[in-house]
């Protein structure tokens, strides 16, 4: 895809931009050295509009519009459940978690472990944390995104992959590593604005170009008429419609989209994430942090249509009269090396192939602006657990502001080098999407356990806690055995069931919680633990504003799966 003048004077400008707003609000105040909080937690001073803004520009990133777009190809619109079922999440969340944490005064997620359990764990699940965001989130998304800024800008054959993952850390590093939280939610602000509309304009121009006659209207018709499978929102076990044959319920089987484990996946990142709970803590107020999460349920039921609909007008542009993808029909971008279909080209493909002069500086900047405030989001937040959870109380616990802040500054820069040296290696992956959330999987559902517990069942104990995490593991990886085929051909093959891994997330959730449970009433003899935490009715309470919007976007939810089902 060439660029011309005013592509690049857009995109140029949109970087300075960035960068500009971001050094701006970090400036130190009155010449002093910033503190704790303001690099943290942005002085506490976060409105409702920012916090919802850059709760989706955290979370929004390649993932989402590679990725996603990937799975929209493969298995159509059902993909789309993370992102409904996320929109129900967070108003959960705002309701039912936000108001424990933001009285405790947390700083980090970890921080609610260590009072409601113990030092010690709070001190593993933070090294924990910090692992997951270097070795994880971090590299997944500097590879996705240098992946598809080599589809998009180059020829696809990977020339241009580590110019762009030095220069999505970079940018991401020129205003997130001095500014900390500050500096990542108000560029935010601008960053949601941009991949909105980015991603708007490359659906309907793609949607345009789907008949001779032109129509975004019509364009929709026809891509529902063509391939209506795709449509479908709570899948059967047997639906073949991925293009490379696999069974599309294997990834989102059926009901438990609603009734199971996506309720741990979900439940997990928005309301134990540091990288996305972070900013809520930062809020001015209870009342704005709340208002700030509903802001985000609602864009929530925008996303489907910027990051899941191209990769189903994609297939249909690549399909046969039949509706079906072969090697012949689909452009051979999408032919990988070993003969298969790479889904996750869709979007880059419909980018490099749709996009008109002007437009495509717009669309790379909205796809960018959505890396990089997701490596800014996580960087802050690797640098946030690390020097407040094992720093400070390991290594120097009388540090003075502007030693934590420097430690801060330099957690960020470290965590970034090694990113940089670990994304090249995660290679060509399938479906990115779902293949992180598979094995974020393994962890999360043990996670969520011990949160919901110490939010929620005030006799559960420290050490049922630790034995709780470790039985998860144990659990999720013999649950793993079976639909990996680890133990095919041996005498203990039926002794590991076969099931979709969100069932066995679900599984592994709800053993953990009966683990913890047992544990707890054997060593208390069923009183409650010393730091159980005492809930109220008034706890609980929301405003209005909450209380509409948020009653709104679920009754606008049982319309869409009506509709879909």
Same mark, same amino acid.
């Given at each position: ?306 990051? =899941?609909? *191209? %990769? #189903?007008? &994609?297939?249909? +542009? ?7 993808? @072969?090697?012949? /029909? !689909? ?111 393994? =962890?999360? *559902? %043990? #996670?969520? &356990?011990?949160? +919901? ?7 559960? @104990?420290?050490? /049922? !806690? ?100």
């Amino acid at each position: 895809m060439k660029f011309e003048f005013w592509d690049y004077a857009i995109f140029v400008a949109y970087v300075l931009t960035i960068i500009g707003v971001g050094l701006w609000v970090s400036r130190t105040r009155k010449g002093t050295q910033k503190t704790a909080q303001d690099y943290f937690l942005a002085s506490k001073s976060l409105p409702w509009w920012a916090i919802g803004a850059s709760l989706i520009a955290a979370n929004i990133s390649a993932e989402q519009f590679i990725g996603m777009s990937g799975s929209g190809f493969a298995i159509g619109l059902a993909i789309a459940s993370y992102e409904w079922m996320a929109a129900i999440s967070l108003l959960i969340v705002g309701k039912f978690f936000l108001p424990v944490f933001i009285e405790k005064g947390l700083y980090t997620i970890p921080q609610f472990i260590e009072k409601r359990y113990s030092t010690q764990l709070k001190s593993i699940l933070a090294v924990f944390w910090i692992s997951l965001f270097i070795f994880v989130n971090l590299t997944s998304v500097l590879f996705l995104g240098s992946k598809a800024l080599d589809t998009i800008i180059g020829n696809g054959n990977g020339d241009l992959i580590m110019y762009s993952i030095f220069g999505l850390a970079f940018f991401a590093a020129a205003y997130s590593l001095w500014g900390g939280l500050s500096a990542v939610a108000w560029t935010d602000v601008i960053q949601v604005v941009l991949l909105v509309v980015g991603g708007l304009v490359t659906t309907f121009i793609a949607l345009d170009h789907v008949t001779p006659e032109g129509g975004i209207w019509q364009g929709m018709k026809y891509v529902y008429e063509t391939v209506p499978e795709k449509f479908s929102m709570i899948l059967s076990k047997g639906e073949i419609i991925d293009p490379n044959g696999k069974d599309a319920y294997w990834d989102l089987p059926g009901l438990a989209v609603l009734l199971g484990g996506m309720w741990v996946a979900n439940l997990y990142y928005w309301g134990f994430n540091q990288y996305i709970i972070q900013r809520t803590l930062a809020a001015k107020s209870l009342k704005e942090a709340q208002r700030g999460i509903v802001f985000a349920s609602f864009l929530k039921l925008l996303i489907p249509l910027i990051v =899941v609909i *191209p %990769g #189903i007008i &994609a297939y249909v +542009l690549n399909a046969d009269p039949t509706g079906q993808i @072969t090697a012949q /029909s !689909a452009d051979p971008a999408f032919i990988s090396a070993g003969g298969a279909i790479d889904n996750d080209r869709a979007y880059p493909w419909l980018v490099s192939h749709f996009i008109p002069m002007g437009l495509k500086g717009l669309v790379v900047a909205a796809l960018v602006a959505a890396i990089v405030s997701s490596l800014a989001s996580m960087l802050n937040s690797t640098s946030t657990i690390f020097t407040l959870d094992i720093y400070k109380p390991y290594f120097s616990r009388n540090a003075s502001e502007r030693e934590t802040v420097n430690v801060g500054r330099i957690t960020a820069a470290l965590a970034l080098v090694i990113a940089i040296i670990v994304a090249p290696m995660l290679g060509n992956i399938k479906q990115a999407f779902q293949y992180i959330q598979e094995y974020t999987g393994i =962890v999360s *559902p %043990g #996670i969520l &356990a011990i949160f +919901l517990l110490g939010l929620f069942y005030k006799k559960a @104990t420290n050490l /049922s !806690a630790i034995f709780g995490a470790l039985f998860s593991i144990a659990l999720a990886f013999y649950l793993k055995v079976g639909p990996n085929g680890w133990a095919e051909g041996t005498a203990l093959e039926t002794l590991f069931p076969v099931l979709p891994w969100m069932h066995q997330m679900f599984i592994t959730c709800l053993g953990t919680m009966a683990v913890m449970i047992i544990f707890s009433y054997i060593e208390t003899k069923g009183a409650p633990d010393s730091k159980g935490i005492l809930l109220t009715r008034k706890l609980f309470s929301t405003d209005p504003v909450f209380n509409i919007i948020g009653s709104a976007i679920v009754i606008i939810l049982i319309v869409l799966y009506a509709l879909f089902w």
